[in-house]
């Protein structure tokens, strides 16, 4: 029987901090009313402490994962980091967040994908497995957001939040694990949502940081136009090639960045309200941490063979679904 990747363990962390609609109200002019309206939200967690970056959740989240598999550091093969607000520019976070936990036998790198980088990095990792060459992977997502926000810039700063998630990966020859997967990109798009300053074209200097050019622009409207249609697109794409109706799908497993966007894709699925993970109204967008914070908070509910469709859009833009069958019951610990 062919190999297939399947997750056989979850981990997640967010901030203790929690920044309310209420608080921003104090910083930008919006209402509590306007953002959950719109958005769906009501909170996000927010990384406080000096130099701590996205690893520092990544481990958190990691020793999660340890606690209730049983895994072991030495075991970990090959760490994915899915991230948009990496430590540094380079080394990878992926290379710290290895030594930070001593997984001194894996190599690791980061993928950069927007919002949608977790689910590349998932299906990345899907491939070594199904190689044959590698048996325990660790696909990390997760960032930062607070470091790339501009909490004077409605337009944003209501949306966002930190908070990071991983996925164990491990061959499975049962007939679970990831079917199927659609991976799309268009970089026409990324004059909507992108950071201007920082990279190799505008370096930082005192001028980039002086015209606040280190921060998250988004042009909302045409990425929510964009979100809806591909997202909704493949993840019909994707129950159509393998013959699956809404009454075949357990769980929707959407990108968390606006509850609109979400229903628009689970109605143009035929998939009713009790199946869609849900806790964009807790986290905000976490950017890379939307979908493993999903399975993060509903594991306990996932039975064996489920079926689990994802769907992601993001910065890129980039944008994707995947045909997952779930591998065990109920949460691991
Ligand atoms: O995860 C990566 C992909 N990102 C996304 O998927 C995000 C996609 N975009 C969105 O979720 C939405 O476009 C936003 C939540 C960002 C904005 O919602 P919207 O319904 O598209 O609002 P809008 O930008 O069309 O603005 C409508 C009105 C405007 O006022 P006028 O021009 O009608 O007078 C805005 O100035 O709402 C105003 N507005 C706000 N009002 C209160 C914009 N932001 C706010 C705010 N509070 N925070």
């Not at 990792?125 to 930062?144: A, T």
């Not at 337009?155 to 007939?175: A, H, K, R």
């Not at 990831?178 to 074209?201: Q, V």
């Amino acid at each position: 029987m062919k190999i297939r990747a399947a997750i056989t363990g979850v981990g997640g962390f967010v901030p203790d901090y929690i920044l309310s609609n209420r608080e921003l109200e104090t910083m930008v002019e919006t209402t509590d009313e306007w953002i959950k309206t719109r958005t769906g939200i009501s909170e996000r967690r927010i990384l406080k402490g000096e130099g701590m970056g996205m690893s520092h959740m990544a481990v958190k989240a990691i020793d999660n994962l340890k606690n209730k598999t049983g895994l072991k550091s030495e075991e970990i093969e090959l760490i994915i980091c899915a991230t948009t607000t990496p430590d540094y520019v380079f080394p990878a976070s992926a290379n710290l967040i290895g030594a930070e936990i001593g997984a001194v036998n894996a190599f690791g790198f980061d993928v950069q994908a927007a919002c949608s980088g977790f689910l590349y990095a998932l299906i990345t990792g899907s491939q070594f497995i199904e190689s044959g060459k590698y048996k325990k992977i660790l696909v990390v997502g997760g960032d930062k957001m607070s470091s790339i926000i501009n909490y004077k810039d409605r337009n944003t700063c209501i949306i966002f939040g930190d908070g990071c998630g991983v996925v164990l990966l491990e061959p499975d020859m049962n007939g679970n694990g990831i079917m199927d997967s659609i991976l799309r990109s268009d970089g026409n798009g990324s004059k909507y949502l992108f950071m201007k300053a920082g990279g190799s074209r505008y370096p930082a200097s005192t001028e980039s940081v002086g015209k606040e050019e280190h921060y998250v622009f988004q042009e909302g409207k045409t990425v929510f136009k964009f979100a809806v249609q591909n997202m909704a697109d493949t993840a019909y794409e994707i129950m159509q090639r393998n013959n699956l109706s809404g009454e075949h799908i357990q769980w929707l497993v959407p990108h968390q960045a606006n509850k609109r966007i979400i229903d628009a894709t689970a109605d143009r699925m035929g998939i009713s309200q009790e199946k869609i993970m849900l806790n964009v109204n807790r986290y905000g967008n976490t950017t890379n941490g939307t979908l493993p914070l999903c399975l993060w908070d509903y594991e306990s509910k996932l039975r064996k063979n489920d079926n689990l469709i994802f769907a992601t859009f993001g910065g890129g833009f980039t944008w994707g679904a995947c045909f997952l069958k779930w591998g065990y019951d109920g949460s691991r610990k």
